[in-house]
């Protein structure tokens, strides 16, 4: 990438994430995000104003090669009065402290009229892809009460960077109680995940966030497709044009009952044939997953409440596929809507169709199920489906990064990575 764009790439996320902050960060998680920014100087990341010359600053690991030996056994100070605590997630109790933690204390939006609503059966799912490790999800406790207060976890990956393979982890669901959040936890949280991945010899991991940190790979824009436009106004989750009205949006955003090619749900006999397809797919980009069969059946398999998958197949040959995840949102404002349903896009592939016309019937499929919006990022090839199936920009951004391996930034359309 030319240096003078790489800069006014930087630049624009800087400004942009700086005008969010100053509007709509409280002065207490101004200071955490301070305080992670100083840390991020310290971590084996590209900074923000480092320049692109390949000849002195190549990509690949940044850090020194190390050995597990040179990594302590023994697990980061904490504040005094809270300990460590490796959360079970196989045990029902622990599984619900963690939902808890993250329904009251993880993600809101900028107004917060919105809150997400990981189910317990989706963190399941999200947690234990085949090789995940029990120490990998993270918690720190009140040594006193006992009770759940942070949170982060790592799962085992392997991404393509360009050409290089690398064994990985990826990182999610950094979360520290509200009146934690000024005692310097997430960067405590960050280390000692970090030393615990480091135990199993592995030396990177991928993350996403919505604060621009030192330093992202890509950054990609939601796009969101209405499929109950009465409610999403209602809510305020979008709103009526100057002299709109609302029975015009409802016909403009009104799908058909049935899909246009006979799509299936998506079964284990399918797995190979489909396995096949989507590797096959996801060597267009930079940046993207090197999934195993049995990790490509976990991901992509039907589980009720948290993922759906579609494909046109003949017998057990899959020819396309569609599948998207459900990740609800609490409507904090109203008493009318209690929840938000959004199907979140994932792996879509179209060999004997269009990618719009795939992601078309995916939405009948999304409305049937009684999703009230679809959403996608613009990464992939989903530039192609965007304004032709009727979505529209969001506000939000998802910044990809890499801890500890230079991936000089890519445009969207060359991640291939969805993390959720």
């Known amino acids: 990438m030319d240096p003078n764009i790489l800069a006014q790439y930087i630049k624009k996320l ?10 709509e960060i409280s002065p207490e998680d101004e200071e955490e995000d301070h305080k992670l920014h100083k840390y ?63 329904y009251k204390n993880y993600v809101e939006d900028d107004d917060n009229m919105f809150r997400f609503d990981y189910s317990k059966d989706f963190l399941k799912w999200a947690l234990t892809p085949p090789g995940w490790k029990a120490q990998w999800h993270c918690g720190v406790r009140n040594e006193k009460k006992g009770n759940l207060l942070a ?9 393509r960077c360009k050409e290089e393979k690398v064994e990985m982890v990826e990182i999610n669901f950094l979360c520290v109680h509200k009146k934690l959040r000024q005692k310097r936890v997430a960067p405590t949280l960050i280390s000692e995940i970090t030393r615990r991945v480091n135990r199993e010899d ?4 991928a993350y996403t966030a919505g604060a621009v940190i030192p330093r992202p790979i890509s950054s990609c824009q939601y796009w969101h497709r209405s499929l109950n436009p009465t409610k999403l106004i209602e809510i305020h989750f979008s709103g009526l044009k100057k002299n709109e009205k609302m029975k015009d949006v409802v016909k ?36 993207a997953p090197l999934f195993t069969e049995d990790e490509f059946a976990h991901w992509l398999l039907p589980r009720d409440g ?10 057990s040959n899959v020819t396309d596929i569609c599948s998207f995840y459900t990740l609800p949102s609490k409507v904090l404002h109203t008493k009318k809507y209690d929840m938000l349903r959004a199907a ?21 499929m999304a409305k049937n199920l009684d999703f009230d919006v679809f959403n996608a990022l613009h990464l ?27 991936l000089y930034p890519v445009e969207p359309n060359d991640i291939g990575l969805v993390l959720l």
């Open 14 to 23: 800087e400004t942009r994430d700086s005008a969010r902050n100053a509007a």
């Open 306 to 315: 948290v993922i759906n998958a579609f494909v046109l197949a003949n017998g």
């Open 151 to 159: 949170f982060i976890s790592a799962i085992p990956a392997t991404l």
């Open 252 to 287: 403009k955003y009104k799908v058909p009952k049935e899909p246009v090619h006979p799509l299936v749900p998506f079964e284990t006999h399918h797995v190979p044939s489909a396995y096949k397809l989507v590797t096959e797919y996801l060597k267009k980009f930079q940046f």
């Open 40 to 102: 991020w100087v310290t971590q084996p990341v590209p900074a923000l104003d480092e320049p692109c010359d390949p000849e002195q600053f190549p990509e690949g690991q940044i850090d020194e090669v190390k050995q597990v030996s040179d990594i302590p056994e023994k697990s980061l100070s904490l504040p005094k009065g809270f300990v460590w605590s490796t959360v079970d997630i196989t045990d029902d109790s622990q599984l619900s402290e963690l939902y808890d933690l993250l």
């Open 344 to 364: 979140y896009s994932f792996y879509n592939v179209a060999t004997t169709m269009t990618l719009p016309e795939l992601i078309n019937d995916a939405l009948v």
């Open 202 to 205: 592995i030396w990177q991991a």
């Open 380 to 406: 992939m090839e989903n530039e192609s489906f965007l304004k032709e199936c009727k979505f529209g920009a969001g506000d939000g951004n998802l910044q990809y990064y890499l801890y500890n391996w230079r």
